[in-house]
């Protein structure tokens, strides 16, 4: 094994260690029942708590605010070839009728929240919940 790939190891060892301390979990949560729609006093907590979240906020003070998220998915970095994984999203849906398709196909209200590899919000995103 050349030098580079085992810095690499070590490094990729060190950010997940350091991931999973900030409360990242590193694995991935897919809702696979359809229609999903959320108990109201879950989309009550979902509605009062993501105007509360604000980038540099840690994933526990988010899961505090919100309880658990529905999804949790990986965020790669914007590049056409080979990504690399730049965080986390934890998806909080308050209603997704189908699995696939557009927006208003699948009459989606949610809430996605991005973290980097720290564990720290970098994007709060809403949408549907009108």
């Given at each position: 094994m050349s030098a580079s790939r085992l810095v690499q190891g070590v490094l990729a060892l060190l950010l997940s260690a350091a991931g999973m301390a900030s409360g990242m979990s590193g694995d991935e949560r897919v809702i696979t029942a359809y229609?999903?729609?959320?108990?109201?006093?879950?989309?009550?907590?979902?509605?009062a708590g993501y105007v509360r979240i604000k980038p540099g906020m840690s994933s526990a003070e988010v899961r505090n605010l919100m309880g658990e998220p529905d999804e949790i998915r990986p965020l790669y970095a914007p590049m056409a070839k080979k990504p690399d994984a730049i965080g986390q999203t934890c998806w909080y849906v308050l209603q997704r009728l189908a699995e696939h398709g557009s927006q208003n196909e699948r009459?989606?209200?949610?809430?996605?929240?991005?973290?980097d590899l720290q564990g720290v919000v970098t994007a709060v995103d809403a949408w549907g919940l009108e």
């Open positions: 229609p999903h729609v959320a108990a109201p006093e879950r989309a009550a907590t979902i509605r009459q989606e209200s949610a809430v996605r929240v991005s973290f």
